[in-house]
């Protein structure tokens, strides 16, 4: 079992950066597959970014490929999302998730949540 703690939201301009860290506890977290999620007002919640157990793997939402990097560092139970080029699209609450075995774009396979940070990019 683990928990995970997003931060590192917060407001930009459009055109600017971000970088979303999720810091996770549990001696098994270098075993999960971790995705980034986000949920914008009156949307459902959505696939952004993951990345396998031992960052071979990367897989990105086409919303956001090429402008956002998924990362980790198992040393230090992290995870990182590395945004530029931001929207206003992008403006929502972005969720770190964790799973063991489940399929990385849907988020019900997922077991443990980050609460959630938000990222608002004004035009």
């Known amino acids: 079992q683990i928990q995970v703690v997003e931060s590192g939201g917060g407001l930009v301009q459009a055109g600017g950066s971000l970088r979303l860290s999720c810091a996770a506890s549990?001696?098994?977290?270098?075993?999960?597959?971790m995705g980034w999620f986000r949920q914008a007002p009156g949307k459902e919640r959505e696939f952004v970014a993951a990345i396998s157990w031992s960052a071979d793997n990367t897989y990105y939402a086409d919303s956001v490929k090429g402008r956002f990097t998924i990362s980790r560092d198992n040393a230090k139970n992290a995870v990182y999302l590395q945004m530029n080029s931001l929207k206003p699209e992008d403006t929502a609450v972005y969720y770190c998730a964790a799973t063991m075995f489940g399929s990385y774009w849907l988020l019900y396979e997922y077991d443990y949540w980050g609460q959630g940070t938000q990222v608002t990019v004004s035009s």
């Open positions: 549990g001696r098994t977290f270098s075993s999960y597959t």
